[in-house]
Nanobody
C-alpha cells in the first residue's frame, strides 16, 4: 500500500519560513518525480514545485521562484519544500504527489499525500 505523509506545516507571520517534508512508503520513491501542490479554500489545487526522480531538475511556479526550494533524499524516501519569505497568498493545504514526470496537471500524479496546512498571517 502506497502512502505519502506530509509534515511541517503551521502558522507563521509574513516573511517567515517553513520546511515541509513528504515521506513515502510502499513504492520505490527514487523511480518517481515528486511535486508539491497547494490548495486554498475555494480554489483549485495548483502546482507549486517539482523535482525529477534523479534530483537533477527542479521546477517552480512563477510566484514562488527565488523563495521556495524543492529537494529530495531518495535514500530516505523523502522530499522537501523549503519555503522562505512566506506571504499570505502562500496559505493553503500543501500536498506532495508522485508521478512519472513533473507536470502541473494533477491528473498526471498517481499518488498523493493527505496534505499539511500552511497559514501565513499578515
Amino acid at each position: 500500500q502506497v502512502e505519502l505523509v506530509e509534515s511541517g506545516g503551521g502558522l507563521v507571520h509574513t516573511g517567515g519560513s517553513l520546511r515541509l517534508s513528504c515521506t513515502a512508503s510502499g513504492l520505490t520513491f527514487s523511480n518517481y518525480a515528486m511535486s508539491w501542490f497547494r490548495q486554498a479554500p475555494g480554489k483549485d489545487r495548483e502546482f507549486v514545485a517539482g523535482i525529477g526522480w534523479r534530483n537533477s531538475n527542479a521546477y517552480y511556479t512563477e510566484s514562488v521562484k527565488g523563495r521556495f526550494t524543492v529537494s529530495r533524499d531518495n535514500a530516505k524516501n523523502s522530499g522537501y519544500l523549503q519555503m522562505n519569505s512566506l506571504k499570505p497568498g502562500d496559505s493553503g493545504t500543501y500536498y506532495c504527489a508522485n508521478g512519472v514526470i513533473v507536470t502541473s496537471n494533477t491528473r498526471d500524479y498517481a499518488y498523493w499525500g493527505q496534505g499539511t496546512q500552511v497559514a501565513v498571517s499578515s
